[in-house]
């Protein structure tokens, strides 16, 4: 095989498709200077593999896919945080030349396409912006680019590259989540939760560090702090005192985070599913009927379906998803709710006796006792939930009181709530998707929106997608679900399997990030094409 670089450079000033002729495998050399000389190193004693996945049709194209195949250094490690922190690691020598491109993981440490291990091997994939002058080929400065820059950025996130203490936070994180027992959430003492600002993931400097309180103090795997029981939790407290964001960080509990984060040990059940209203969303065959019956326009509410859902409607059948699709805690903050399917009042119960709605207030107590599901609610404005509430948190100055034993004082005696019937389990017989001329993959639009033939799929108030890569990673799933329903599988069961083919194969699939089963089942129940076998 003729020398990479002297082919690269052989294309100068010819036609931009040339460089396709690159595609396939090559070897780079760890060991070339800026004018092909020798440059000392660790990986100077052997060449990587450089594979050249896909090259792009045109200088204003999306950039070219590769990738470089290298021996797993430690494979006594857990694979995640290995390949998080190297990708970690080929960002920051990236960054300083805006022509090589990876998907830099945030603060959640989640598998990513942009490093995965194959049988003892990892392959790092990253993009690479090949340099044209108009539509003609710079075959030297792309020489340079790939064979100079590149083995130079690999170099200095390889060199002392040591996963060791990310890979032992990760595991401690797995195994305080697998220890949680009969808690839906843990806070350790000293996290910090609040966050820079609305826009960043990053933490508030100065912030209050977290502090349990002692009645509702618990010490999982060696690290203690607040431990959230099952059953049913109401976190209470004034305007700006950390409500919210006590639940945000248990929303995102279900992801390991990063060293310095600050919520490394925020673990919550990985089954948890962050609920809203969702004005308009699209509603398919969901058996709402817990919730709403005897709609005045005499739809059916055991397979209920719109296009248009209202604020409680939605988050009835939102609800009645999750527990479909197998989540065994619900977090809900008033905010972001439909007031109406939240509570009633007494005075609106008597002055109002034709109502179609029953609240959540009157069923939470039934969806624990009967289904086992747990439910967190931020509840500051209304105290109709310390009827119902095993356990009550106030929040002041961002630091938690158990007010439990106050709230029960408070508390009205709550009437026995009738059985919750669980939801049946629907199966998607198709996905009907108007593709016009030319069919194409779903793909993401940032992290709110997945195009998916002529239509979008909305899924802007999913909560717990964290980047546009994790919304890439769904829409891949929804190509899956598309391409394997059969009106036979349940949706639960297509979207774990769609979940486990987010990362699979050799194939080089851009910036991807591991979703999981629940968001890909919610955004199968938000796509307007969904078709429910009968």
């Not at 075959?139 to 060791?164: K, Q, S, V």
């Amino acid at each position: 095989m003729a020398d990479l670089f002297e082919r690269l450079s052989r294309l100068d000033g010819k036609g931009y498709g040339a460089y396709k002729s690159l595609s396939g495998c090559h070897e780079l050399h760890m060991d070339r200077g800026a004018a092909g000389g020798e440059r000392a190193g660790k990986h100077g004693n052997g060449p990587l593999s450089l594979v050249i996945d896909h090259v792009q049709a045109d200088p204003y194209a999306p950039p070219s896919k590769m990738h470089v195949e290298l021996p797993n250094p430690f494979p006594q490690l857990s694979t995640i945080p290995v390949c998080d922190q190297l990708a970690r690691r080929v960002a920051e020598a990236f960054s300083g030349n805006r022509d090589l491109v990876i998907d830099a993981p945030d603060q959640e440490v989640l598998p990513t396409a942009a490093c995965v291990e194959r049988e003892g091997t990892l392959h790092l994939r990253f993009a690479v912006h090949l340099p044209a002058r108009g539509r003609r080929i710079m075959g030297r400065r792309a020489a340079h680019l790939i064979c100079d820059d590149l083995p130079a950025a690999l170099e200095e996130a390889l060199a002392g590259f040591d996963p060791t203490a990310a890979a032992e936070l990760f595991d401690h994180q797995e195994e305080i989540r697998r220890h949680l027992g009969d808690y839906v959430a843990f806070v350790a003492d000293g996290a910090i939760l609040p966050r820079l600002s609305g826009t960043s993931p990053l933490p508030l400097k100065g912030a209050t560090p977290f502090a349990a309180p002692e009645t509702l103090q618990a010490d999982i795997c060696g690290v203690t702090g607040m431990g959230i029981p099952a059953g049913v939790t109401v976190i209470v407290g004034g305007g700006f005192h950390g409500k919210s964001t006590l639940l945000n960080a248990l929303s995102l509990g279900v992801y390991n985070h990063r060293a310095g984060d600050g919520r490394e040990f925020a673990i919550t059940n990985p089954s948890a599913l962050h609920i809203r209203a969702e004005d308009g969303r699209a509603v398919t065959d969901v058996d709402i009927s817990e919730f709403i019956s005897d709609l005045p326009t005499g739809a059916d509410t055991a397979r209920f379906s719109t296009a248009n859902a209202s604020g409680s409607t939605s988050q009835a059948a939102s609800l009645m998803e999750a527990v479909e699709a197998g989540a065994k805690v619900l977090l809900i903050d008033e905010d972001t709710s439909a007031t109406n399917f939240m509570i009633r009042d007494s005075r609106m119960r008597q002055l109002i006796t034709a109502e179609p709605i029953t609240p959540l207030v009157d069923r939470v107590r039934a969806l624990w006792r009967d289904l086992g599901v747990s439910t967190v609610i931020v509840a500051g404005g209304s105290s109709a939930f310390l009827d119902v509430a095993d356990t009550v948190i106030a929040m002041e100055d961002y630091l938690p009181r158990d007010v439990t034993r106050e709230a029960k004082e408070l508390a009205e005696p709550a009437p026995e709530q009738p059985p919750f019937t669980p939801p049946a389990p629907r199966r998607v017989e198709r996905l009907a998707v108007d593709y016009g001329k030319r069919r194409k993959s779903p793909q993401a639009k940032g992290r709110a929106t997945i195009r998916h033939g002529r239509g979008d799929v909305d899924i802007s108030t999913v909560e717990q997608v964290v980047s546009a890569s994790q919304a890439a990673g769904i829409a891949r799933a929804i190509g899956w679900v598309e391409e394997h329903a059969d009106g036979r599988t349940p949706l639960a069961e297509l979207s774990r399997a769609a979940a486990a083919a987010v990362l699979r194969g050799t194939r080089h699939p851009g910036a991807v990030v591991q979703p999981r089963a629940l968001e890909i089942a919610c955004a199968v129940n938000r796509h307007r094409g969904l078709r429910i076998a009968k």
